[in-house]
Structure formats: structure tokens, C-alpha cells
């Protein structure tokens, strides 16, 4: 796509991070209130809207780069490990136990870890 090389690429990339806040941000709070950490609560309305949010400025910033994400081996694992946390969090992350919180937060902390690497595997 043509976006790649104008303002709308960074404008999207700045907007996938908020993104990623919304969407992580809430889980890891969460995670904390069960370590017995914090005693803030996660809104599922702000976690979904953060994921479509997420949706929406991820692909076209996948389809502008398409040939250089499909050969990126860390934008590979991203999504891998994005896949993984996203299924843990509507299946086992609701038994709000210390060990689900602990994967969450680790898995989590390994999906933000991959999308930085993204960039510096960029092939």
C-alpha cells in the first residue's frame, strides 16, 4: 500500500499503541487484583475496544508492509504469541487464579517483547 512512506504509517503506529493499552492495560490490572497487587478492576468494554482498536490499525500497517512482515521470523512469533495470550485470556485467565495471572502477564510481556523485535528482524 501506498500509506507506508506518508504520515498516515506513523499516525496508525501511534494508534496501535494506544491500542495495545487498552487492550493489555486492563488485563494486566486484572492480573495484578488477583497477585493481590491492586485493587483496580478490568472493564471488559474498554479490553474489546482496545483489540478492535488493535484490528483496525494493525492491518492496514500489515497490508502496507506485506512482503516484509511475511518473511519478519519475530512479526511471525508476534502474532504466534498474540494468538496464545488472546486464547488464554477467554478461556483460562477467567479462573482468576495467581498461576493463570502469572502466565497472562508473562505472556503478555512476551507479545509487547516480539512486536519490538519486529522491527529490528525487519528483513
Same mark, same amino acid.
Given at each position: 500500500?501506498?500509506?507506508?512512506?506518508?504520515?498516515?504509517? !506513523?499516525?496508525?503506529?501511534?494508534?496501535? @499503541?494506544?491500542?495495545?493499552?487498552?487492550?493489555?492495560? !486492563?488485563? @494486566?490490572?486484572?492480573? +495484578?487484583?488477583?497477585?493481590?497487587?491492586?485493587?483496580?478492576?478490568?472493564?471488559?468494554?474498554?479490553?474489546?475496544?482496545?483489540?478492535?482498536?488493535?484490528?483496525?490499525?494493525?492491518? !492496514?500497517? +500489515?497490508?502496507?508492509?506485506?512482503? $516484509?512482515y511475511?518473511e519478519?521470523?519475530? +512479526?511471525?512469533?508476534?502474532?504466534?504469541?498474540?494468538?496464545?495470550a488472546?486464547?488464554?485470556?477467554?478461556?483460562?485467565?477467567? $479462573?482468576?487464579?495467581?498461576?493463570?495471572?502469572?502466565?497472562?502477564?508473562?505472556?503478555?510481556? +512476551? @507479545?509487547?517483547?516480539?512486536? $519490538?523485535? @519486529?522491527?529490528?528482524?525487519?528483513?
Amino acid at each position: 500500500m501506498l500509506i507506508e512512506n506518508t504520515w498516515i504509517f !506513523p499516525a496508525l503506529e501511534a494508534t496501535h @499503541v494506544i491500542g495495545l493499552a487498552l487492550l493489555a492495560g !486492563p488485563i @494486566v490490572l486484572s492480573d +495484578f487484583r488477583t497477585l493481590g497487587w491492586t485493587s483496580a478492576s478490568l472493564s471488559e468494554r474498554i479490553t474489546r475496544r482496545g483489540l478492535w482498536l488493535m484490528v483496525l490499525t494493525g492491518l !492496514p500497517m +500489515f497490508l502496507a508492509g506485506y512482503e $516484509r512482515y511475511r518473511e519478519n521470523p519475530a +512479526f511471525l512469533v508476534k502474532m504466534g504469541a498474540l494468538v496464545v495470550a488472546l486464547g488464554l485470556h477467554h478461556t483460562i485467565h477467567k $479462573r482468576a487464579t495467581r498461576a493463570t495471572a502469572i502466565l497472562s502477564l508473562a505472556t503478555w510481556t +512476551f @507479545v509487547i517483547f516480539a512486536a $519490538r523485535a @519486529v522491527i529490528d528482524f525487519d528483513v
